[in-house]
C-alpha cells in the first residue's frame, strides 16, 4: 500500500528533483573532500555548511509551501517548529559537551553552572541520548503543532486571524525562550558545541555528512509531499484549499484533515531546524522572531506555492541573494531588495518563479501541441478562494 | 543739597547693613569657637547661646558635634567640623561648607561631648529646627523625628507642637511623636494611643514601624497587628489603583497604535503589516519639527507637540495614500498577499529612515508643561502620561465623530458594508478607500507623535508596536471601534495586573495566550459585527 503511494507520487518531475538532490548528496561532499583546491570542481570547505544551510531553509519552506500552497493555511509562525526541532538538536548537542565545558561540570551545560544551578532540570533528561533527542526533533514542534491545530481548526479559525494568531504563537515563545529561567539558555541560546556522535563537529567529514543528510531529508521530504499530494487525501487538502466551507458540506471533517497537514508541516520544518543547528553551531531566541517566519514565506512566494519544488528553489535563490548582498559593499540595501521582494513577487509575479516558467512551459506546449482555436487555456484559481481582481496568466 | 544728602545717607546705611550681616556671621563664628574654651559646662553655655541665635546656619555645627566630628585646630584654636580621609582630616568650614584645609590628626584637638551636652544639642536642634520659623525646615525635622524614632525627641516635640499653627505640620508632629513614643519606654496605653496614630498614616515606612511590634505582648501588640493589618488593606488599594492607572497609560499607548489599524484593518480589510512603520514616521516628525524649532525658533518648543500632530497626520497620511495607491489597491480581496506586500513595505521603510536618519536613538524633547508629575493618595501620576491618555480619548472620540458625522465617514461606512451598492449610488468607492487608508495612516503617525514621548525614536519603533496593536483590534472585534477601546484597556489592565505576580514578560506571555485562547472561543472578537457580509 504504502508502496503505491509512493509510486502514486512518482512522477517525472519528482524523479528529476529528487534526482538532483541525491547527486547533490554524494558529488557535492565528495568533490568538497576528494579534490585539491587547484582543481576547477574544488568547493571550498567554508561553502559546505552554507549551501547545507540553504538545504535546511529549503525543506522549512518546503512544509510551509505544502500547507499554504496546497492548504491554504498561511502560517506565520513556523518559525517556531523550526527553532523547536533546532533546540531539540542543540541539548543532545549540549549534553555531548560534557567535561569539555568552560566549567568542566560532566553533566550540567555551562550556562547552568553559570546560573548556579545545582541539577540538570527535567525538560534536558534523556537528552544525551541521540535516538530520544531525534524523537524529540520531530514529537516538540508536533505536539505544540497539535495542541495549537486542535484549537484552531475545530473553532474554525481561519485566514488572516490564524496568521495572526500563529504570529502571536511564536511572539510569546520567543519572549520565553529569552528568560533564563526557562532553562535553555536564555539570551545567548546554545552554542560551542564539540561534537555529534562522537564526530568533530568542526571537521570537513562531519560538515559533508550534515549536508548529505541535510539533502537527502529534504529528497525525501519532497518524496512524502509529492505522494500526499498526489493520493486521494492530497485531492481533499486542495479542495478545502479552494472552497472550504463546501468541501465540509460535501461530508469531509476538514478540521481533521487540516490537522494532519499541520502537524506533518510541523515536524517537516522541526526537522529542518534539527538539521540547521549543528551546521551552523547555534541556536538562540533570534530564531523565533516573527520576521524570521514572515521571511520564510516570501521564500514560498518567490519560488511559487502552487508547486512542491517552488518553496525549495526560492528559499535557496533568496538566501543565495541576500548572502551575496549582505557580505559585500551592498550590504545597507539588503532590506530594500528584500522589502521590493515583497511587494514585487506579490504584485507582478503571484506564482512565484517556478510556477511562471512552469506556466510558461505548459502553455507553450499547449499551443505546439493545438494550434486550433482554444487560445485561452482554463482560468484555474490557484489563489484560494478569495478570487480577486488581478487574474494572472494561467498554469497548469 | 538735599540729593546729596540723601545719596550720603543712603550709602552711609547701605555699608551698615553689609558691615553688619558681617558683623553677624563674625559673631557665629566667634560663638562656635567659643565651644573649644573650657569643660562641658562652659560647652553647654555656648551651645545655648548659639540656639539662641535661631539662625538655621548652626545646624549643621550642632549636629556635628553630637556625632563628636568638630574639631579645634590647636594653631589658632578655630573650630571646624573634621572628617577622617585616610590618615589625615579634612577640616571643613561650619558655616560656609567649605573645606579649608588638610592636617594630621595631631594638629587638631576632639570637643568632646557626653551625655548632658548630647541632650543639650538635641534641645537646641529642637529649637532651631522643629520651632524654625520656615515651615519646610519644620517639615523636614518632624519627617526626620519620624524616620528615626528617637525617643529623647519627644519632650521637645511635645512643645513644638503646643506651638504648631499649621494643621498638616502638626499632624506630621503627632506621627513623629508617635514614632518616638514606639520607641521609648512609656507605658502601653501610650503606646497604643501612638499606634493609632500612626495607623492614620498610610505608606510603607509606618508598616515598617509598626511590624516589629506585632512581635510584642500585650495589648501594644494586638493594637500594632491591627494596624498593621488596617495599613495592609489600604496600601493593596493604593496598589490595585496604581495597576489600574498604569494600565489606562498602558492601554492608552496600545489604542492610540490600534486605532488606525482599526481603520484599516478592521474597516477595510486590509492587512496593513506597515502600519508600525506610520507610527514611527509619525515620531520621525516630530524629531525634525523639534530641530526646525530648536534651532530657528527655540521659544516654540512648548508648542512644538502642537505643530507636530497636524504634520505627521499628514506626512504618515500621505506615505499611506501612496501605498494604497501603489501597492494595496491592486490587491484587495486577497489578504494574505497584502500582508506580504506591507510587510516588504514595512522593510523598505524601515531601512529608508535607517538610511537617513542614522540607526541610533533619536533626542526628542519633552515640553515643560508635560514633564513632573503630581500625587493623589499614594498614586503618582506623571503629566506626560496623564497627557497621552487624555489625547489617546480626544483622537478617538474625534475619528468616532467623524466616522458618525461626516458625510466621508458615512460613504466610508457605505463602501464597507456593500461595496457594489456603494458604487452604484454613485460614491467612488476606489477614492474612498484611498482616502480611508490615509486616515488610519495619519491617525498612526498621530500616535507617533505622542509614542515619541515615551518610547524610543528608533526605525524599529513601529516593530515593537504592531504585534499588539493586531492583538488589541483582533480581541476587540474587528469592524468596531468600540471594541478597540474596550480591547486596548482591557489588555493594558491585564497586562499590568499580571506584571506583579509573573513579572514583565510572563506576564506579555499570558495575555497573548489569553488571546490565542479567546480568538478560539469569539473568533471574531469580543464585539463581533453580525451578518453575512463578515462570513465572505
Excluded at chain 1, 576528494?34 to 576547477?40: D, E, G, H, I
Excluded at chain 1, 518567490?302 to 543565495?320: D, S, Y
Excluded at chain 1, 507553450?364 to 487555456?377: I, M, P, W, Y
Excluded at chain 2, 553655655?45 to 545646624?59: F, H, M, S, Y
Amino acid at each position: 500500500m504504502i508502496g503505491s503511494f509512493i509510486r502514486n507520487g512518482f512522477d517525472r518531475s519528482a524523479f528529476f528533483v529528487i534526482l538532483v538532490l541525491v547527486a547533490a548528496a554524494f558529488v557535492v561532499p565528495a568533490l568538497a573532500l576528494y579534490t585539491t583546491p587547484a582543481s576547477p570542481f574544488h568547493i571550498p570547505g567554508y561553502a559546505i555548511p552554507l549551501m547545507g544551510k540553504y538545504l535546511t531553509y529549503g525543506l522549512l519552506a518546503l512544509s510551509v509551501g505544502l500547507i499554504w500552497g496546497y492548504c491554504g493555511i498561511l502560517s506565520l509562525g513556523h518559525g517556531a517548529f523550526f527553532a523547536l526541532g533546532g533546540y531539540a538538536m542543540g541539548m543532545y548537542l549540549m549534553r555531548q559537551i560534557g567535561t569539555r565545558g568552560v566549567y568542566g561540570d560532566p553533566v550540567l551545560p555551562d550556562f547552568m553552572v553559570f546560573l548556579n544551578w545545582d541539577e540538570l532540570p527535567v525538560a534536558w533528561y534523556g537528552f544525551q541520548s541521540f535516538p530520544y533527542a531525534m524523537l524529540m526533533v520531530v514529537l516538540a514542534p508536533g505536539i505544540l503543532a497539535f495542541v495549537f491545530g486542535w484549537f484552531a481548526f475545530r473553532s474554525r479559525v481561519t485566514g488572516v486571524y490564524l496568521s495572526i494568531i500563529t504570529q502571536a504563537m511564536t511572539f510569546a515563545l520567543m519572549l520565553g525562550f529569552f528568560r533564563n529561567n526557562l532553562g535553555f539558555g536564555g539570551n545567548n541560546g546554545l552554542t560551542d558545541f564539540k561534537d555529534i556522535l562522537g564526530f568533530n563537529i568542526q571537521a570537513p567529514e562531519t560538515r559533508a555528512a550534515l549536508f548529505a543528510a541535510s539533502a537527502l531529508a529534504l529528497a525525501l521530504a519532497y518524496l512524502i509531499c509529492k505522494s500526499i499530494i498526489s493520493s486521494r487525501f492530497g485531492k481533499v487538502i486542495v479542495a478545502i484549499r479552494d472552497a472550504e466551507s463546501r468541501t465540509r458540506f460535501l461530508g469531509y471533517r476538514v478540521e481533521n484533515y487540516k490537522l494532519v497537514v499541520w502537524v506533518l508541516s510541523a515536524c517537516m520544518a522541526g526537522i529542518a531546524g534539527a538539521l540547521y543547528v549543528p551546521q551552523v553551531g547555534i541556536i538562540n531566541p533570534g530564531e523565533f522572531e516573527p520576521a524570521n517566519s514572515i521571511e520564510v514565506v516570501i521564500w514560498v512566494a518567490v519560488g511559487g506555492r502552487g508547486l512542491l519544488v517552488g518553496p525549495i528553489v526560492g528559499a535557496i535563490v533568496v538566501n543565495f541573494a541576500k548572502s551575496w548582498f549582505t557580505t559585500g559593499a551592498l550590504a545597507p540595501y539588503w532590506l530594500f531588495a528584500l522589502g521590493g521582494l515583497f511587494v514585487g513577487v506579490t504584485l507582478f509575479l503571484p506564482k512565484g518563479i517556478m510556477g511562471t516558467l512552469g506556466g510558461g512551459w505548459t502553455a507553450l506546449k499547449q499551443r505546439r501541441a493545438s494550434a486550433a482555436a482554444e487560445a485561452g487555456v482554463s482560468v484555474t484559481d490557484t489563489d484560494g478562494p478569495d478570487g480577486g481582481r488581478l487574474k494572472t496568466e494561467p498554469a497548469e | 543739597m538735599r540729593i546729596l544728602i540723601q545719596v550720603v545717607l543712603a550709602t552711609v546705611l547701605a555699608l551698615a547693613a553689609i558691615s553688619g550681616a558681617k558683623a553677624q556671621d563674625a559673631d557665629l563664628r566667634d560663638l562656635i569657637n567659643g565651644l573649644a574654651v573650657g569643660g562641658y559646662s562652659e560647652t553647654e553655655e555656648q551651645i545655648a547661646a548659639l540656639a539662641a541665635t535661631g539662625d538655621p546656619a548652626v545646624v549643621p555645627v550642632l549636629e556635628a558635634l553630637a556625632e563628636g566630628d568638630v574639631y579645634a585646630r590647636k594653631s589658632d584654636r578655630m573650630v571646624f567640623i573634621a572628617e577622617k580621609v585616610g590618615s589625615t582630616y579634612t577640616l571643613t568650614d561650619p558655616l560656609t561648607g567649605e573645606t579649608v584645609d588638610e592636617v594630621a590628626s595631631g594638629a587638631i584637638d576632639k570637643i568632646k561631648v557626653n551625655n548632658r551636652l548630647r541632650r543639650a544639642i538635641r534641645t537646641a536642634l529642637g529649637a532651631l529646627t522643629l520651632m524654625s520659623p520656615d515651615a519646610g525646615t519644620r517639615r523636614a525635622a518632624a519627617e526626620a523625628i519620624f524616620q528615626s524614632g528617637d525617643p529623647d525627641a519627644i519632650e521637645l516635640i511635645d512643645a513644638a507642637i503646643e506651638q504648631e499653627q499649621n494643621p498638616s505640620i502638626a499632624k506630621l508632629m503627632r506621627e513623629a511623636r508617635a514614632a518616638a513614643v514606639l520607641n521609648s519606654d512609656l507605658s502601653d496605653e501610650e503606646k497604643v494611643a501612638a499606634i493609632e496614630v500612626i495607623k492614620t498614616r498610610s505608606g510603607r515606612d509606618s508598616l515598617s514601624l509598626l511590624i516589629p511590634l506585632t512581635e510584642v505582648e500585650g495589648p501594644v501588640g494586638a493594637a500594632a497587628t491591627a494596624a498593621v493589618s488596617a495599613i495592609e488593606g489600604e496600601l493593596a488599594m493604593w496598589d490595585a489603583a496604581q495597576n489600574v492607572w498604569y494600565g489606562l497609560s498602558l492601554g492608552s499607548v496600545l489604542l492610540l497604535a490600534a486605532i488606525g489599524l482599526a481603520i484599516t484593518f478592521g474597516v477595510m480589510g486590509v492587512i496593513n503589516m506597515a502600519h508600525g512603520e506610520m507610527v514611527m514616521i509619525g515620531a520621525y516628525t516630530t524629531f525634525v519639527v523639534q530641530e526646525i524649532i530648536r534651532s530657528n525658533a527655540p521659544w516654540l518648543f512648548d508648542s512644538s507637540l502642537f505643530i507636530a500632530i497636524p504634520l505627521a497626520f499628514l506626512v504618515a497620511g500621505a506615505v499611506g495614500v501612496a501605498i494604497e495607491r501603489g501597492v494595496i489597491r491592486f490587491l484587495y480581496g486577497r489578504p494574505l498577499e497584502t500582508l506580504l506586500a506591507t510587510w516588504g513595505i514595512s522593510l523598505i521603510l524601515q531601512q529608508a529612515v535607517r538610511t537617513i536618519f542614522g540607526p541610533t536613538n533619536q533626542q526628542v524633547g519633552t515640553p515643560s508643561w508635560m514633564s513632573g508629575s503630581f500625587e493623589i493618595g499614594l498614586l503618582q501620576i506623571t503629566y506626560n502620561r496623564l497627557a497621552i491618555i487624555v489625547f489617546a480619548l480626544i483622537v478617538f472620540f474625534l475619528l468616532m465623530a467623524f466616522l458618525k458625522r461626516t458625510p466621508f465617514g458615512l460613504q466610508m461606512r457605505a463602501v464597507t458594508q456593500n461595496r457594489q451598492m456603494a458604487s452604484a449610488m454613485g460614491i467612488r468607492t476606489p477614492w474612498v478607500d484611498a482616502m480611508t487608508f490615509g486616515l488610519g495612516s495619519g491617525i498612526a503617525g498621530m500616535a507617533g507623535v505622542a509614542l515619541s514621548q515615551i518610547d524610543n525614536v528608533s526605525p524599529n519603533l513601529g516593530q515593537s508596536y504592531i504585534i499588539d496593536s493586531f492583538m488589541v483590534v483582533v480581541f476587540g472585534g474587528v469592524g468596531n471601534l468600540w471594541g478597540t477601546l474596550v480591547g486596548a484597556f482591557t489588555l493594558g489592565i491585564a497586562n499590568k495586573f499580571l506584571e506583579p505576580y509573573a513579572g514583565a514578560v510572563l506576564g506579555k506571555i499570558l495575555v497573548l495566550v489569553f488571546i490565542i485562547l479567546f480568538i478560539q472561543k469569539r473568533p471574531r472578537g469580543l464585539f463581533a459585527l453580525r451578518g453575512r457580509a463578515i462570513e465572505a
